[in-house]
């Protein structure tokens, strides 16, 4: 967070307070060192989902990887329930596969589903997350049967452009990008 955003953000905040900060995956390379920095600056809890915690403080590395990486946020993370999002329209899934403690957040009043990691959306098509950066792509895709379930108006991803759900964008999904090796 640039130094001068700070002023405005804490002005932003005391007109509409930010009760939390709900990460769908804390990787370091989208969250970790933006999420310390909320820390630093606000007096918020931050949450994750409980299969997510034993890798951001750093116990043990994720899988596929050799190595503990450095989150800046080891036992600062409370764990997310369902009770915190309570008094919310807001429900939240695990949608394992891009990282094991990955989730996504469905606001049920606007019918909007915020993927974050899960999908890489562009106009008409869902895409995975870069299978690099994810621990298990196929898993990833099974997660994503979440939007059949739910069947959102609108998804929207961290990475692409929100989305108009239809019941052919799963099966399509899944038919272009199953890896069976």
């Known amino acids: ?5 700070v002023p405005f953000l ?4 005391s007109i509409v307070p930010l009760l939390d900060l709900s990460r769908t995956t804390p990787y370091k390379r989208n969250a970790g060192y933006s999420a310390a920095k909320w ?18 403080n750093g116990e043990i590395p994720y899988p596929n990887k050799k190595v503990v990486e450095e989150t800046k ?12 999002l309570n008094d ?7 949608t394992p596969g891009h990282s094991p403690g ?3 957040y469905y606001h049920e009043i606007d019918k909007v589903l915020m993927a974050g990691d899960l999908f890489i959306t562009s106009k008409t098509d869902l ?31 961290s990475h692409g452009q ?11 999904y899944v038919f272009w990008y199953w890896d069976e090796n």
Do not use: C, W
């Open 39 to 56: 820390l630093k600056y606000f007096d918020i809890p931050i949450y994750a989902h409980t299969k997510e915690l034993t890798y951001i």
């Open 10 to 13: 804490q002005f932003f905040l």
């Open 88 to 94: 919310l329209p807001i429900t939240y899934y695990l």
């Open 127 to 157: 895409h995975p997350p870069v299978k690099k950066f994810s621990v298990d792509i196929n898993e990833n895709i099974d997660s994503g049967a979440i939007i059949d379930k739910i069947k959102p108006n609108i998804i929207s991803s």
């Open 102 to 104: 990955h989730v996504v």
């Open 1 to 5: 967070m640039e130094r001068t955003s």
């Open 162 to 172: 929100d989305l108009i759900y239809n019941e052919n964008l799963y099966q399509k």
């Open 73 to 84: 946020l080891a036992y600062m993370i409370k764990p997310l329930s369902a009770q915190i």
